[in-house]
């Protein structure tokens, strides 16, 4: 199973970001495992929505997000969980990166596709972006 970053979506739906070709060449990949978000990467992307860029693609885009083959909607504890994370790491992984922790952590996930280097702090978690 592969967690999946919202840095990653929006590479991969928005032509115009830096990281778009390195997505589109991890799509084949990424589409051969089981994938996982949960509820912050839910919100990151949908917040994006709101952004003229994407007024033609919306649907497609929420028809992206519930694709995937689970969406973990964190609990209250969870937050509570993801502060001690970032607290641990000296808020040098961001509180949204730890959310992504926690659910990975329950879930036993050791992969996450991102462009973001600070899952590279992060012990027990392979980062895959080509």
């Not at 509820?39 to 007024?55: D, F, H």
């Not at 509570?80 to 036993?108: E, G, H, Q, R, W």
């Amino acid at each position: 199973m592969i967690f999946v970053d919202t840095n990653f979506i929006i590479s991969l739906i928005n032509t115009k970001e830096k990281q778009h070709e390195r997505a589109s060449r991890l799509l084949p990949y990424i589409e051969e495992e089981k994938t996982i978000i949960n509820s912050t990467v839910l919100v990151e992307v949908l917040n994006r929505l709101k952004k003229s860029e994407y007024s033609q693609i919306r649907d497609n885009i929420i028809d992206l997000l519930y694709s995937m083959d689970y969406i973990h909607f964190l609990k209250p504890e969870d937050y509570d969980i993801s502060l001690d994370y970032c607290k641990n790491y000296d808020f040098a992984v961001n509180y949204s990166d730890c959310t992504i922790l926690k659910t990975i952590i329950d879930y036993n996930v050791d992969t996450i596709v991102s462009f973001d280097t600070d899952f590279d702090k992060i012990k027990g978690i392979k980062r895959i972006y080509l």
